[in-house]
């Protein structure tokens, strides 16, 4: 076939227009992936042979007012993996678990991980063992993309002494992950968050920031060589200094040690609402939690009927029993229902009839005719009984509510429960219908029983006021500004009358005289509260005593509440050990009570 000159001539120009078209977008191409993406495809090229590895930071030491550590770090192990898809890392892990101990769990625990972000290693174990890292270094070379690296871990020296208020670290989880509050600061999966207690409180302070290193990977992500990069250095968190007195809190801890023992103590001081001491009966190991709590001692915590993981100090809600008289008290001299000096005109023959019902008094026997100073000394019912009849039904609520007796008292750590006290005649109408008397419930509440249900904590707030002529001080672990709250206002004269009133509680003839300190006056006052709990037709009863010393210039206030402990008295001896040892000697207390 022949082409006519002319047709060749323009099929050359089209040839050539379209080689150069060809050159000039293969050339656009190259300018556009060398010149104008260079750095996107630089990233992305330094993405997949670098590895970034997290370098977790130390969380702040947490330290009693000495400086002595509640909480501090010490020299741990993480172990964790590079994974190139979710199928390579659980066959890692499975062959992992011929070499140590693997779970189920633990690998499913790595794969929601490895989910979240597949660029950052996944941890598989956040708190090894040094045997276990022995055997992993051993075994290296089996395992590409292996990471075993040094990390602070977190301990607590006194473990199950200070589990009342300092908490405990765990992974942060997918929902906590969601929230603005931790998305907004940096948190990734893997990290570790303070949970109830100081460490959660506090956790923006005591957290610090994770730093960096980078490493160079194979496409088998086993690492070959230390990245030239620098590596970011991780912040450690700050130092928290806590009220705290760990010498006390330890004596706490040892008179509770007795496994039978249930119940919540609260040391304060009344000036500034420092938190000496917060105990809750039995406790827990915050140690057993670093890494993640075994299903294991989980379950133990759980199951256990005293319920440990239960807070006593801060969420157990108790009847008050007598301890809650001197509310009474304050309510019928603030509203002038009563002076010190007066006696009612039914004496105490051990019960007095009210209605078609006869309120007994714990004393069977009677108290005879008494006045206020005796009638706290003695515990007689039958005197509150009627200073509640002349508070009247609405007078018993007003005056409780007015000072906070239905209210959370602001400790700086989270989960405080708020205490239950009636506002209105509404509470009980929704309780109990129709059924119930005005009467009778003020004769209840005057003495600390009925719908009346405090904690350990705001017990001891309120005997903070009785401490400070009416100023109740809020109570705090850390360090703070001191807040105090005007809940009533006496006179001079019936402030100092009420602490000779506590005072003998605590003298001779009074229901706590067992638990004098020789060389210091001691005020409080002892409290009997039904528990609702029978055995063998006898009912279990809360034993309470709350008080300060010196009763003169008081500077502790400590409230002891033992379940079904029966009488005050015994918490009594609790809680003036308790004083002696903070306010003598350590040495020569100890001596005395072995």
């Known amino acids: 076939m022949s082409f006519h000159p002319n047709d060749i001539v323009r099929r050359g120009r089209a040839a050539t227009f379209i080689v150069l078209g060809a050159i000039l977008f293969l050339v656009s191409g190259f300018y556009r992936a060398q010149i104008l993406q260079h750095d996107d495809y630089k990233l992305q090229s330094e993405t997949n042979r670098l590895r970034q590895l997290p370098l977790p930071a130390p969380r702040g030491a947490i330290l009693d007012r000495k400086g002595q550590a509640i909480a501090e770090n010490v020299i741990g192990y993480s172990v964790s993996l590079f994974g190139i898809s979710e199928d390579s890392l659980r066959a890692t892990m499975t062959r992992l678990g011929e070499t140590i101990p693997i779970t189920a769990g633990q690998i499913e625990d790595a794969v929601r991980r490895y989910r979240k972000d597949p660029n950052r290693p996944t941890v598989i174990i956040q708190n090894a063992s040094f045997d276990v890292v022995s055997v992993l270094e051993e075994h290296r070379l089996q395992f590409p993309g292996l990471i075993v690296q ?30 603005p509050e931790f ?47 620098q590596d970011l250095q991780p912040e450690p968190g700050q130092t928290l200094q806590t009220n705290i007195d760990m010498d006390l809190q330890r004596f706490v801890a040892k008179l509770f040690a007795d496994s039978s023992l249930q119940g919540g103590v609260v040391a304060i001081e009344p000036e500034t609402g ?40 801060l969420k157990g809600r108790y009847p008050p029993g007598s301890t809650f008289k001197l509310a009474t008290a304050v309510m019928g001299l603030e509203r002038g229902v009563v002076k010190v000096t007066d006696k009612f005109p039914i004496p105490c023959t051990g019960g ?28 007689c019912d039958v005197y509150f009984y009627q200073l509640g009849m002349r508070l009247t039904f609405e007078g018993m609520l007003a005056g409780g509510v007015r000072m906070g007796f239905n209210r959370k008292t602001g400790i700086d750590v989270p989960n405080e429960y708020r205490a239950i006290y009636p506002d209105g005649a509404s509470y009980y109408n929704q309780r ?126 400590v409230a002891v509440m033992i379940e079904y402990g029966a009488h005050g008295s015994w918490a009594a001896r609790f809680a003036s050990k308790i004083m002696e040892y903070y306010l003598k000697a350590p040495t020569a207390v100890v001596a005395e009570t072995g």
């Open 432 to 557: 109990f219908g129709q059924r119930w008397s005005r009467g009778a419930e003020a004769l209840n509440l005057a003495i600390g029983q009925g719908s009346n249900q405090q904690t350990v904590l705001n017990m001891a707030r309120f005997y903070t006021a009785l401490a400070n002529n009416g100023y109740a001080a809020k109570p705090e672990i850390v360090r703070r500004n001191p807040e105090r709250q005007k809940l009533y206002d006496l006179s001079d004269e019936e402030n100092a009358a009420l602490r000779r009133a506590l005072s003998s509680v605590v003298a001779a003839g009074g229901t706590a005289a067992g638990s004098q300190i020789k060389g210091i006056a001691v005020a409080g006052k002892t409290g009997t509260a039904q528990s609702g709990k029978w055995v063998n037709g006898t009912e279990l009863d809360h034993a309470w005593f709350v008080g300060f010393a010196p009763a003169d210039q008081p500077k502790i206030v």
């Open 274 to 313: 420092a938190v000496l001491a917060l105990h809750s009966a039995p406790t827990w190991d915050p140690n057993r939690f670093v890494g993640g709590v075994s299903t294991k001692y989980w379950n133990e915590l759980m199951a256990d009927s005293a319920k440990p993981f239960f807070n006593k100090a």
């Open 150 to 179: 040094s990390s602070p871990k977190r301990y607590y020296p006194d473990s199950t002494a200070v589990s009342g208020f300092v908490g405990y670290i765990r992974e942060i989880n997918e929902k906590e992950l969601a929230k």
């Open 352 to 379: 007095m009839q009210y209605g078609n019902r006869y309120f007994r008094c714990w004393d069977k026997r009677g108290h005879g005719s008494l006045d206020m100073i005796g009638a706290v000394a003695q515990s």
């Open 183 to 229: 998305a907004s600061a940096g948190y990734k999966q893997g990290m570790l968050i303070g949970k109830d207690g100081l460490e959660e409180t506090y956790e923006s302070v005591l957290r610090g920031r994770e730093g960096s290193r980078f490493v160079e990977v194979n496409a088998r992500n086993r690492i070959v060589n230390h990245s030239p990069r």
